[in-house]
């Protein structure tokens, strides 16, 4: 057998196939280490929070490019709406925000009477709608480590105990390994920390590895996409791709990467906000997101009143009843989408009140098909061939294609598919 086709554990058959047995493949090591052992191949899916493809042509990423020419790039398109949250866990689910459930980075619940979920709620009651990869793993039998990823902390499938201990997990499967999310842990220390997961004596080392990096995103916030401090902060995660090449390469790890963005990043200003008082009376409803786009409650008695302001021709705006939402953003069924979606144009921003404080910078959670808004995707290892081009795709396709890479089965019922992959991965009737 190739060692490509041994990589992806083809067996005796072409894509598309079943994969016929979950245990671990092999690849020779380099020749330094051939004598020691023989590796399997590791599949480490790493997340540049709001890396925008077009940032690999600032000429500060050596180490990217270098992957994307050796290996497979394309403009990803996020799901609706473009934001962490809803995205990471398309990325692992394969499922759009409106079917996994985190249709928001906050959100409320009408069976959650008075609870709110924000980037910090681990409880699985937001989260079991969807299975991530990493618990269809472990229970297939390969070994997870998650070096952050929103829901990865999270006691997939469990229960948080109520009364005296309230907020203790009960029940649920997490990766192997894991970390709670800690903004200040250095990407360096991320890198790190998998690096040192990869020294494990095979029976102990995960085969299905996250990595995430947030800081790309926060310059792109605060300084905006266009802006020297945003490139500089490619520049250094890129730094930190080629920290954990080299370390791979001296352990000769043989590793399928992954390396995806959740959305891209527009730029913003105060100059271009839309203010929800100057069109809607507010004793008429209640925001629950504002920004790229509003989310909004009518008050009770208030929806016929907020839906003539809302439905008004507004400049820079569109608003919709949850109902009408276009197909095209494939978000409107989920019963924790609020009543009402305002989406402004790219580059505005919708806001309570007039602003008082004048800002320039960036933000993202706008029309997952605006330009702006395409995320970064380069994969690269023996089970991807070289110099392939892929057309625009969607974000659901990440997780059939991260199936393929360690062995699983297709998934069922998933909203995307390994299709716009085929042709980038190493099929097993080329083997030698
Ligand atoms: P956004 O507001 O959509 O730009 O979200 C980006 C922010 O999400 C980053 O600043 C991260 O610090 C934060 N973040 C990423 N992963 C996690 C996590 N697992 N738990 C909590 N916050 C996170
Ligand atoms: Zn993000
Ligand atoms: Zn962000």
Redesign the pocket.
Known sequence: MSILAAALGLGACAYPYTPPALSPVTAPAPAATAATEQRSVVTILISI??FRPDYLERGVTPALSGLARNGVTGPMLPSFPS???PNHWTLVTGLTPDHHGIVG?NMEDATRPGEKFT??TDDPFWWNAAEPIWVTAERAGIRTATM???G??VAWGGTLTKGENHGVPVGGVRPHDWQQ?N?ALSGAQRVDAVVDWLRRPAATRPRLVTL?F?TV??AG?EHGPDAPETTAAVAEVDGLIARLQRDLAGLGQPANLVIVADHGMAATSSTRTIALDRIADVADYRVLEAGPYGSLYPMPGREAALARALTQATPHMTCWPKAAIPARFAYGTNARIPPWLCLAETGWSIVKTGPTEAFAGGN?GYDNRAPEMRALFVASGPAFRAGVRLAPFPNTDVAPLLRDLIGLPAGRGLDGDDAPFRRALIRSDERR
């Open positions: 929070d709001g934001k962490t949250f980075n980037m910090a952050f990823w929103p990865a902390n999310y903004i995430y947030d995103d926060t916030h993202h």
